[in-house]
């Protein structure tokens, strides 16, 4: 495995650290007194759309969808440093429209839609116009097993109805958000894996209910937000259901493969932001007659951190290798195992941070609360660390059969 970085790739990646200094960074305080205090999912903040056409000027547009001419024809292993970069910030991904869950969505619309829904859905989220969510958690059911849900999708005549209440459609509360891929049973009957579907749902069509935004730690996440959804007698037309009846479980396991990389290391490039912080904290504080820099336990902490740091990445590349080279099945086992590694590990640097900034890293006054709690998240968002470590048990247990 080789993993130093092409021409192209450090190209992109000098280019995107000047844009983060130049735009992203200064403009983060901004973004957020933007978003209207009194009603925050109503508009969007004036300064998102700005740095939008500037990264689109830049040439710093869609840079994921590996395996696609839709693209900037990079592989998971070339994107994997970029996406890095941009989870430095929390409003970077979507700045460069490589943000969840419409990443995702575009992937799955790439590999499994049709021409129509492609010209319909595909385009102006490449262009940047719309938003989407998806919509698989449920509350009633431990969505963590896919094989569990209950929401139903059936067909009747050219039609197919939905029924079901979903949480966690993260993107849902965005004015801006137009369309929901939902998983749905279509045929309880059918063996275990075949009995779920995903179809498309303007998020306009009657019965559908936004009822509650849901906060994470306390956090809207603004014109974002993460909704609670009820489709009630939902209609669409046949022509939406996404590659076929019973394909759904077979569309998530390819959509979850490459949005674990983009998780993992977005993690890593939260982690790193942290550790930069932490170091630069603790050379201008002095207690007990010393700088922080000088004690011992912080040396421990930013050594450990940068372990830390290293090893996550490296196996992240790893998978992404992996996911290139022998495809996404194959991998599973590093995919899963990154799912556990990268997030537990940008917890411990961040929270070594904020432990370095004192009260001032619970405050807003830095990236770090809302940096740890975003994260605290990914342990349960796209698997638990439960199942990861499952799937990677079996996986091991497999040799000595």
């Known amino acids: 495995m080789n993993f130093s970085y092409s021409e192209k790739v450090i190209e992109l990646q000098k280019r995107l650290t000047v844009f983060m200094d130049e735009y992203i960074y200064p403009n983060e305080k901004l973004y957020e007194e ?3 205090k009194k009603d925050p999912f109503s508009k969007i903040p004036p300064i998102m759309e700005e740095l939008k056409d500037k990264a689109k000027q830049a040439g710093l547009w869609n840079l994921f969808l590996p395996e ?15 996406c890095e970069i941009m989870g430095r910030s929390a409003i970077a991904p979507e700045v460069f429209n490589c943000a969840a869950p419409d990443t995702g969505n575009m992937e799955v619309l790439v590999r499994y839609g049709t021409e129509e829904q492609k010209e319909k859905w595909l385009k102006p989220l490449l262009n940047g116009e719309i938003r989407s969510c998806f919509s698989m958690t449920e509350p009633d059911v431990a969505s963590s097993d896919a094989t569990n849900i209950q ?3 059936i067909r009747d005549g050219d039609e197919y109805v939905i029924n079901g209440t979903k949480w966690w459609s993260s993107g849902a509360g965005d004015p801006r958000c137009k369309i929901a891929i939902v998983m749905g049973k279509n045929d309880p009957d059918a063996p275990t894996h075949e009995q779920q579907s995903m179809i498309l749902v303007p998020l306009d069509a009657p019965g559908v209910t936004i009822k509650r935004i849901l906060p994470v730690f306390g956090y809207d996440h603004a014109p974002h937000g993460h909704a609670e959804i009820e489709y009630n007698n939902v209609r669409v037309p046949a022509a939406n259901m996404l590659w076929g009846e019973g394909k759904g479980f077979a569309i998530a396991q390819g959509r979850l493969g490459p949005g674990r990389i983009h998780h993992c290391m977005r993690s890593i490039g939260a982690a790193e932001r942290a550790l930069e912080e932490l170091c630069k904290r603790v050379q201008s504080r002095t207690a007990f007659r010393k700088k922080l820099s000088e004690q011992g336990v912080i040396q421990e902490w930013i050594a450990d951190s940068r372990i830390e740091i290293e090893q996550a990445r490296l196996l992240t590349l790893k998978a992404a290798y992996m996911m290139d080279t022998v495809g996404n099945k194959e991998a599973k086992a590093e995919i899963a195992m990154i799912k556990v590694v990268a997030p537990n590990m940008a917890l411990k640097v961040i929270d070594r941070a904020i432990q370095a900034f004192g009260a001032a890293g619970v405050s807003e006054d830095t990236p770090l609360a809302a940096s740890w709690a975003n994260i605290r998240t990914l342990r349960l968002a796209d698997g638990p660390d439960e199942v990861h470590r499952r799937a990677v048990a079996r996986q091991e247990l497999k040799k000595y059969r």
């Open 34 to 36: 933007q978003i209207d």
């Open 151 to 153: 929401a139903s999708i």
């Open 68 to 82: 696609s001419e839709y693209g900037a024809g990079l592989t998971n292993t070339e994107y994997a440093p970029l």
